[in-house]
T-cell receptor
Framework: GAVVSQHPSRVICKSGTSVKIECRSL??????MFWYRQFPKQSLMLMAT?????????EQGVEKDKFLINHASLTLSTLTVTSAHPEDSSFYIC????????????FGPGTRLTVL | GENVEQHPSTLSVQEGDSAVIKCTYS??????FPWYKQELGKRPQLIID?????GEKKDQRIAVTLNKTAKHFSLHITETQPEDSAVYFC??????????FGDGTTLTVKP
């Protein structure tokens, strides 16, 4: 089946630094990917839709200048958390549709971000 | 936008009993309704899904029902086992692909 990977799986950084998280579709092409954030004991909240070759679409309340998304190729989307603060500590998960126009998703394994 | 409500937030059953989790959605354009099982620190795992042109779907001990008119869908797990203990999420999505998740149900199956 389709595989989505994320890197790194865990990252610890200091306040004020930036962190880049990569999401890759390993055996299929994804023109669209989705980025979610999950705080402890809470649900997955969609942050943005990453579109290959164009700007990402952000959900209401998500700062586009703080969470930079780049969909550089058909198999890679990156999320950069800029000027990270402790409240940005969370579990970040990406997903990609199994095929274009299909709403079934494959999820990456997630990235645990801890900001000190 | 879409709003998905999920109940109950916690559910405790004895091994062998059935568990039912219910969700409602608001956007009539939603046409795909997956259920996910998530263990601590791991990605959501799809356990069953249903599309809006189907009323019921079953896969061994797991079944999902959908009532489009009432905009609600339910997950049924029969003959529960301790390994079924996890957090379960429902979700609703449109053809655009992005999903709105319910708040989750923590299921505990007591041996």
């Amino acid at each position: 089946g389709a595989v989505v990977s994320q890197h790194p799986s865990r990252v610890i950084c200091k306040s004020g630094t930036s962190v880049k998280i990569e999401c890759r579709s390993l055996d299929f092409q994804a023109t669209t990917m989705f980025w979610y954030r999950q705080f402890p004991k809470q649900s997955l909240m969609l942050m943005a839709t990453s579109n290959e070759g164009s700007k990402a679409t952000y959900e209401q309340g998500v700062e586009k200048d703080k969470f930079l998304i780049n969909h550089a190729s058909l198999t890679l989307s990156t999320l950069t958390v800029t000027s990270a603060h402790p409240e940005d500590s969370s579990f970040y998960i990406c997903s990609a549709p199994t095929r274009q126009g299909n709403n079934e998703q494959f999820f990456g394994p997630g990235t645990r971000l801890t900001v000190l | 936008g879409e709003n998905v409500e999920q109940h109950p937030s916690t559910l405790s059953v004895q091994e062998g009993d059935s568990a039912v989790i219910k969700c409602t959605y608001s956007d009539s354009a939603s046409n795909y309704f997956p259920w996910y099982k998530q263990e601590l620190g791991k990605r959501p795992q799809l356990i069953i899904d249903i599309r809006s042109n189907v009323g019921e779907k079953k896969d061994q001990r797991i079944a999902v029902t959908l009532n489009k008119t009432a905009k609600h869908f339910s997950l049924h797990i029969t003959e529960t086992q301790p390994e079924d203990s996890a957090v379960y999420f429902c979700a609703a999505s449109t053809n655009a692909g992005k999903s709105t998740f319910g708040d989750g149900t923590t299921l505990t199956v007591k041996p």
